[in-house]
């Protein structure tokens, strides 16, 4: 295996399954280092591209690079990539050091060199001691580590990885998550990883690339993705949205009621969207007139978070909102039916196609 670059290029790939493109077209440039993360809903193409990435299928179009070298054609143990899958079981037959070794020993590594490689992966994922244990005698958050040591045990510089954390509960995946994080910044490594899980996505990730239907629907770092997404579905899929209809009226744009709404982006149609997250939506008592996004409502119900208030808001034309608010000291929390003004800034909106 030559020892390669950890970049990862992917020039418009195209992958066809009878009548059906499931990835049509994906061009991706990841650089050394990374992590980088393909977000999409079930079925939207995320692991047929990761297995393009390693060698398990290939592209009817397209070229793979790795490191800058064509690696198209390459099959996946002439890759050097590690990989860690959700159902990439450890071997039943192996031992935890065992399996952590397979990759080196595959390849006929030096005995001594190994058990030292062994030891400092088993130590990375924290599972110093387990080495002479079976898959039986593990829970899943610890097979998974095995499963992990095992993808880094040969220091790759790109690792990939298809939702590692699925089958964990919401309490280990979040300790899992801050540790494959901690390792990948401690190597180096370039990681891809998928998911369908944004918060996971939004937690882990350098850059994000959120695919639709076998296409990337928009490619950018966790905090821009999120507060400002190019269409309904990246808003509507990294998190709550709301997304109230808006009309042009000359220069003006306006939305339930004909309230005057200011945000970025232009409306090229006659009718489109605003969108605005709930958290970034006030919530005050009465109808005093803040300009420049305000709208009356009332407040149909209130969900108590403990640290925010979740509110439900109906305005004009039967427009829904919904609006997060910190329980912060002294928050005065508004009841069901309560008359309230929704507002929030230009700047924290923007204007989609409908
Ligand atoms: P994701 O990982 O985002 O859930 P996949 O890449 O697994 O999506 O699948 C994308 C689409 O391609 C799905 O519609 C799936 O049914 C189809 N697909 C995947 N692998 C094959 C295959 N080997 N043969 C036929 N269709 C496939
Ligand atoms: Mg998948």
């Given at each position: 295996?030559?020892s390669?670059g950890?970049s990862?290029?992917?020039?418009?790939?195209?992958?066809?399954?009878?009548?059906?493109?499931?990835?049509?077209?994906?061009?991706?440039?990841i650089?050394?280092?990374?992590?980088f993360?393909l977000?999409g809903?079930s079925?939207?193409?995320?692991?047929?591209?990761?297995?393009m990435?390693?060698g398990?299928?290939?592209?009817?179009?397209?070229?793979?690079?790795?490191g800058?070298?064509?690696?198209t054609?390459v099959?996946?143990?002439?890759?050097g990539?590690g990989?860690?899958?959700?159902?990439?079981a450890?071997?039943?037959h192996l031992?935890?050091?065992?399996?952590?070794?397979?990759p080196?020993?595959v390849?006929?590594?030096?005995?001594?060199g190994?058990?030292?490689?062994?030891?400092e992966?088993?130590?990375m994922?924290?599972?110093?001691?387990?080495?002479?244990?079976?898959?039986?005698?593990?829970s899943?958050?610890?097979?998974?580590?095995?499963?992990?040591a095992r993808?880094?045990?040969?220091h790759?510089k790109?690792?990939?990885?298809?939702?590692?954390?699925?089958?964990?509960?919401?309490?280990?995946?979040?300790?899992?998550?801050?540790?494959?994080?901690?390792?990948?910044?401690r190597?180096?490594?370039?990681?891809?990883?998928?998911t369908?899980?944004q918060?996971?996505?939004?937690?882990?990730?350098d850059?994000?690339?959120i695919?639709?239907?076998?296409?990337?629907?928009?490619?950018?770092?966790?905090?821009?993705v999120?507060?400002?997404?190019?269409?309904s579905?990246?808003a509507?899929?990294?998190?709550?949205?709301?997304?109230?209809?808006v009309?042009?009226?000359?220069?003006?744009v306006?939305?339930p009621?004909?309230?005057?709404?200011?945000?970025?982006?232009?409306?090229?149609?006659?009718?489109?969207?605003?969108f605005?997250?709930?958290?970034?939506v006030?919530?005050?008592?009465?109808t005093a007139?803040?300009?420049?996004?305000?709208?009356?409502?009332?407040?149909?119900?209130?969900s108590?978070l403990g640290?925010?208030?979740?509110?439900?808001?109906t305005?004009a034309?039967?427009?829904r909102l919904?609006?997060?608010?910190?329980?912060?000291?002294?928050?005065?929390?508004h009841?069901?039916?309560d008359?309230?003004?929704?507002?929030?800034r230009?700047?924290d909106?923007?204007?989609?196609?409908g």
């Amino acid at each position: 295996m030559a020892s390669v670059g950890g970049s990862v290029d992917l020039e418009q790939v195209t992958k066809r399954y009878g009548a059906e493109t499931v990835v049509a077209g994906v061009s991706l440039a990841i650089p050394e280092g990374q992590f980088f993360t393909l977000l999409g809903p079930s079925g939207s193409g995320k692991t047929t591209t990761l297995s393009m990435l390693a060698g398990f299928v290939v592209p009817d179009e397209g070229r793979v690079m790795l490191g800058g070298r064509d690696m198209t054609r390459v099959p996946p143990r002439g890759r050097g990539l590690g990989m860690v899958f959700q159902n990439y079981a450890i071997f039943p037959h192996l031992n935890v050091a065992e399996n952590v070794a397979f990759p080196l020993t595959v390849k006929g590594a030096p005995k001594a060199g190994i058990a030292a490689r062994v030891a400092e992966a088993l130590e990375m994922v924290k599972l110093t001691g387990f080495g002479t244990r079976y898959a039986r005698q593990l829970s899943g958050g610890q097979q998974q580590r095995v499963a992990l040591a095992r993808a880094i045990v040969g220091h790759p510089k790109v690792v990939l990885m298809d939702e590692p954390l699925g089958a964990l509960d919401k309490n280990l995946r979040y300790h899992m998550q801050v540790e494959i994080k901690e390792i990948q910044q401690r190597l180096g490594m370039t990681v891809i990883y998928v998911t369908h899980d944004q918060e996971e996505a939004l937690t882990m990730s350098d850059r994000i690339a959120i695919m639709n239907h076998g296409r990337i629907a928009q490619m950018g770092p966790p905090r821009e993705v999120y507060e400002n997404p190019d269409s309904s579905f990246v808003a509507s899929f990294l998190g709550e949205a709301n997304l109230l209809k808006v009309r042009r009226d000359g220069e003006a744009v306006r939305g339930p009621g004909g309230a005057p709404f200011v945000a970025r982006g232009a409306l090229t149609t006659p009718e489109g969207l605003v969108f605005v997250r709930p958290e970034k939506v006030n919530v005050a008592a009465g109808t005093a007139a803040v300009a420049p996004n305000h709208l009356p409502g009332q407040i149909q119900h209130a969900s108590f978070l403990g640290n925010i208030v979740r509110y439900a808001v109906t305005a004009a034309e039967g427009a829904r909102l919904l609006c997060d608010v910190a329980n912060g000291a002294g928050t005065q929390i508004h009841r069901p039916g309560d008359a309230v003004t929704l507002s929030w800034r230009a700047e924290d909106s923007r204007l989609l196609a409908g």
